[in-house]
Structure formats: C-alpha cells, structure tokens
C-alpha cells in the first residue's frame, strides 16, 4: 500500500472517530502538524499505526488498507469516497435516486438549508451540529469540484420504486422539516429527476443513467475503478442523509471476489434496465404522477 492511502484512510478514520486533531496528536503525543503530515502521505512507524488503530477503535490492518474499512459516520464514509473518487477512471452506481457528482447548484443550497434547520432543532447541541454540517458540506463540495475537473466515466442505474420515492417525499426524507421547507424539498426533487430525464435523453460523454423497472434493489453500492485497482463501497448513506442522526454501516472493501459479485449483479441490472428514450418516457411519466405541481 502507498504511504499517501495510508494517510488518506487515518483522515476519513479520525473524521469517523468524531476526535479533534488536537486530541488524537496529544494521545499520541506528537504534534498537531505531525499528524496532519501523517495524513499527508509521511512515513509513518508501524508502532504508531498500532497506536493510532488503538486510539480509533479500529483495526490496524483496516488503517494499512487491507480487509474491509467500516463507517457508521457520513464524514468519515463521505471523506472516504472523496478519497476513491479522485483517482477513479470509472464510477459505477447502484441504488440511490441521483447521481449527485452531477447534482445542481440548487440542491446543495437545499442541503445547506435543511442542515441549517436541523442545528437549530437540536438546542444546546446546535453549535457542534453546526460545525459538522459545514463540514460534511465541504468534503461533498470538493467530491463535486473532483469530478468536475477530472470527469470520470460515471454511471448510474437507478431503480423505478426508490425515483418514485424521492418524488413524493422530496430531498433528505429522513429528515424532519418544516412544512415550507419539505415543499420545497419536493420541488428541487422534481427538478433533479427532471435533469436525469435531460441526460437520458442526451447521453452527455461519460455519463450513462439507466432505469429498473419492478422491485427495488436489495443493496446500494458504488463500484470505483482505478488503472490498477477496484474499490466497492456498499452505502447506507445518501447524498441527503442527515450527517448527525445517520443509521447504518458503510464499508469499503477491494476484496477481488467482493468486487466481481457486485460487477456481476450490476451488470445484470444493466442489461435489464431501460435506457435512453424508453428510459427518459418512462422517467417523465413518473414525474406527471408523483412530483409536485
């Protein structure tokens, strides 16, 4: 493994620890500065990487990148995910009801706002949650920027049930808003499979959606591939799950036979799924049922 992964996972493990650099650097009793060196790619001893394990509660063969990495925190998954998207050459996703690398301004605005009203729900603890709203808003900003400059092949297929879903309910569903609020959580919903519809009809270069008709997929998965190497995360988290009250565990893997299966299924789905016209009608029809007017 390179010393730069290395570093890459002890930041998306000390995002998911919840810790302050401050904290983890003076248990280790090394600077603030070292640490952030650390994460930048420096050598690092493998008697501080047991430390660090022990310090995050995690295993230090997850933190040098072998087995299986596990998230039960939106920061720290959607840092990981920053991390494997930079690099990747093709992105192929499963299970959610957007692509949100390709998402409008308007719906982070809309994320931006929801977060904002749920800090002021959560009394004493509005400043923290606050604070970690803003973050989990920058490392999906700079996912955004990432892609946008190095515009690797993204695909997704998105099933017929989990877009209805997300038309009658609207962006960030798990989340309790106000009502002037959810309405227009609708309204940016209706918006965002409005341009899915656009890109079925258009095939821009590198983007391929595609629609399942019938039952939802049991999993959501994301395929990440590199020159040299395949990443799967399976995902719990939306773009819109709240980044404070989030249940579930994500994990990422680059177990061979844990990529092939998913390759397997999402390739399957693929052949199966209507695209490009067929898909854009059928897409437009669920917009005239569901969406609000």
């Not at 248990?27 to 603030?32: M, P, Q």
């Not at 990747?88 to 692509?99: N, Y």
């Not at 808003?137 to 996912?143: P, V």
């Not at 997300?166 to 309204?187: H, I």
Request: glycine fraction near 6%.
């Amino acid at each position: 493994m390179r010393l730069n992964e290395i570093g890459q996972q002890l930041r998306a493990y000390r995002l998911e620890s919840g810790m302050r650099a401050e904290e983890i650097a003076a248990r280790l009793g090394v600077s603030r500065a070292a640490l952030y060196r650390y994460e930048k790619g420096e050598v690092i001893k493998l008697d501080t990487v047991q430390r660090l394990a022990e310090l995050l509660k995690i295993s230090p063969l997850s933190l040098l990148g072998i087995g299986v990495e596990y998230y039960s925190r939106t920061i720290g998954f959607f840092e990981r995910m920053r991390q494997l998207e930079e690099t990747a050459d093709q992105i192929l996703q499963v299970g959610e009801p957007l692509a949100y690398l390709v998402t409008s301004d308007e719906y982070d605005a809309l994320l931006a706002q929801v977060f904002a009203e749920m800090a002021e729900q959560s009394g004493a603890e509005a400043p923290t949650t606050r604070a970690l709203s803003e973050q989990v808003l920058g490392i999906m900003a700079a996912r955004k920027r990432a892609y946008q400059l190095r515009r690797p092949n993204l695909i997704t297929i998105i099933a017929e049930p989990v877009l209805q879903r997300f038309l009658e309910q609207g962006v960030a569903d798990s989340m309790r808003v106000s009502p002037t609020l959810r309405a227009y959580c609708r309204r940016i919903a209706a918006a965002e499979v409005q341009n899915i519809a656009a890109m079925l009809e258009t095939e821009p270069m590198g983007l391929q959606f595609s629609l399942i008709p019938g039952a939802e997929p049991t999993t959501s998965c994301t395929l990440l591939r590199q020159r040299d190497r395949a990443s799967l995360a399976i995902n719990p988290f939306r773009s819109d799950a709240s980044c404070v009250n989030a249940n579930g565990v994500a994990l990422v893997t680059s177990a061979p036979e844990a990529v092939s299966s998913h390759q397997r299924v999402a390739e399957t789905m693929w052949r199966d799924s209507l695209k490009g016209a067929t898909a854009a009608r059928r897409v437009r029809e669920l917009l005239a049922a569901h969406a609000v007017q």
